[in-house]
């Protein structure tokens, strides 16, 4: 399972993007999916979550701001950022773990997409 994410850019402050991730031949609607980031010197953490029963969770003070989201059709998820901060700028990764329970713990999941810049300038 290999996800591949698609969206990321370089945006002002205030501005939005939306970032996508498919997985060939993986069922993006019915499992596990997440999104993450990480910034130079930080640690990978959870930006967003979906299981498979639809169930969303947030990282905290992203609630309001981020959503998650899957496209049945399409059999794609989306991460739709809005009022994006300088803070915000890391690599964002697409990452599926296999069954319906989820987490927002980096560990949890077993497949990652190589990742997509996201620059917030101010």
């Known amino acids: 399972v290999q996800p591949v994410e698609s969206g990321g850019g370089s945006v002002q402050a205030g501005g939005s993007l939306r970032l996508s991730c498919t997985a060939s031949g993986y069922d993006v609607n019915s499992n596990c999916m997440g999104w993450f980031r990480q910034a130079p010197g930080k640690e990978r953490e959870g930006v967003a979550s979906i299981s498979g029963n639809g169930f969303t969770d947030y990282g905290d003070s992203l609630t309001g701001r981020f959503t998650i989201s899957r496209d049945y059709a399409k059999n794609t998820l989306y991460l739709e950022m809005n009022s994006l901060r300088p803070e915000d700028t890391a690599m964002y990764f697409c990452?599926?773990?296999?069954?319906?329970?989820?987490?927002?713990?980096?560990?949890?999941?077993?497949?990652w997409g190589q990742g997509t810049q996201v620059t917030v300038s101010s």
């Open positions: 990452a599926a773990r296999h069954g319906a329970a989820c987490s927002l713990d980096p560990a949890y999941f077993n497949y």
